[in-house]
């Protein structure tokens, strides 16, 4: 499930139409098969939420979708993986990620899982650009919540 929806919200959905993007958030799900876990509409709304969240928070911010990325650090360690929206600021990067996470207590599970993989992002997103990460953002679309964490 995580994955359908980590292939929606990488999509420009926000350039569809309301009802082709229901369309599309079906079309994934089918895909993916996980619609015995998921209705389409979670997927519409997360979206919806998200791009409410982001016009508001950044609206001359430039979107990067799914970004890859991949870095040496200074103990020859190699990270790689996509960032899953990385916006764009005259002062600064802006990093999103996308976690499917339902539960409670989400601030916990934050710190417990995803700290260090931000903090990677971030520095390979400074070596290669020499500009900062100015924010980090969890965002929790199955709990419509983003989570500012540093």
């Known amino acids: 499930m995580g994955s359908a929806l980590h292939a929606f919200l990488g999509t420009e959905y926000g350039a569809l139409a309301p009802n082709d993007q229901l369309g599309l958030s079906k079309q994934i799900i089918d895909r993916w098969q996980v619609g015995d876990l998921v209705d389409a ?3 519409f709304v997360a ?4 791009t409410s969240f982001l016009q508001a928070s950044y609206p001359a911010a430039t979107q990067y979708r799914e970004a890859p990325i991949a870095w040496r650090n ?4 190699v990270m790689e993986g996509w960032i899953d929206l990385l916006l764009e600021t005259p002062k600064g990067y ?5 976690k499917s996470y339902p539960g409670k207590d989400p601030a916990e599970h934050i710190r417990e899982h995803y700290l260090g993989q931000m903090d990677a992002y971030r520095e390979a997103i400074f070596a290669a650009t020499g500009k900062p990460v100015i924010e980090t953002l969890i965002h929790l679309p199955a709990l419509g919540k983003v989570f500012k964490v540093v």
């Open 94 to 98: 802006v990093l999103v990620d996308h």
């Open 47 to 50: 979206g919806d939420r998200l």
């Open 41 to 43: 509409e979670l997927f």
């Open 74 to 77: 200074d103990k020859n360690q």
